[in-house]
């Protein structure tokens, strides 16, 4: 089993600057991708995707966020970073960190944290 433990989450005004950690724990021998997803209020419970980043450092991004947003990661720490620069009040939201992994059987799983809210006010 796989925890994500999310933090950095808050509330800033718009133009303003963020920055999301996740650090993953347990029963890890690998992890490939990490990312961040995001749920907006009134979207339902569709995660968007907002960011992910391979072991490799390969990154991606949503279009709604390039050039704003930065993913990073720690692979000694099991950890992923967003940095959320000029943040507008779309980008309000609750984030989740993903994480594929393998454990030491090989078993591939997918995890996700609890979320962490992310308020931009204008």
């Known amino acids: 089993q796989v925890q994500l433990v999310e933090s950095g989450g808050g509330l800033v005004q718009t133009g303003g600057s963020l920055r999301l950690s996740c650090t993953a724990s347990g029963s890890i021998f690998s992890i490939n991708g990490m990312g961040w997803y995001r749920q907006a209020p009134g979207k339902g419970k569709q995660r968007a995707l907002v960011a992910t980043i391979t072991s490799g450092g390969s990154t991606n991004y949503a279009d709604s966020v390039k050039g704003r947003f930065t993913i990073s990661r720690d692979n000694a720490k099991n950890t992923v970073y967003l940095q959320m620069n000029s943040l507008k009040s779309e980008d309000t939201a609750v984030y989740y960190c993903?994480?594929?992994?393998?454990?030491?059987?090989?078993?591939?799983?997918?995890?996700w944290g609890q979320g962490t809210q992310v308020t931009v006010s204008s």
């Open positions: 993903n994480a594929d992994s393998a454990g030491y059987s090989g078993r591939r799983l997918v995890s």
